[in-house]
């Protein structure tokens, strides 16, 4: 095992979304809607249509789905989207994002997405007789 300072900022990105997945899981963290932080959507044409955000460890963090041009050349693009994870001050300034595409934090997006939504227990009432 690596030691704190030995490890990469990947590898530290990783540690973390594996901490928040297994916190959302345990739901000793709660994923709430929120407004993306500016830096996301001013002066870009990004979109981020869904930004949720928790607290772990004191610790503004966000999980975001974010949709962008892609060029192909200068003048013909394609919209992509990709998933990402921020850590926030507290006046909700951007202090970091980490977006690089990976099915771990994939799948933490989808579980942020479905705690907040409230999906389970809205099941949970329909399927009661």
């Known amino acids: 095992m690596q030691s704190g300072t030995d490890m990469t900022i990947d590898s530290k990105a990783t540690q973390l979304i594996q901490k928040l997945t297994r916190a959302t899981v345990d739901k000793t963290v709660s994923w709430v809607k ?10 870009t044409e990004n979109i981020v249509p869904l930004y949720l955000q ?15 041009k892609y060029f192909h050349d200068e003048l013909e693009y394609s919209w992509s989207t990709s998933v990402g994870l921020c850590i926030l001050d507290h006046s909700g300034n951007l202090i970091w994002e980490y977006d690089e595409g990976s099915t771990m934090l994939f799948n933490l997006f989808e579980l942020a997405r479905e705690q907040s939504s409230g999906i389970d227990d809205i099941l949970d009432d329909l399927l009661n007789d």
């Open 34 to 43: 929120a407004n993306p932080p500016l830096y996301f959507t001013h002066g």
């Open 54 to 68: 928790c607290e772990y460890k004191k610790k503004p963090i966000g999980v975001f789905e974010k949709r962008y």
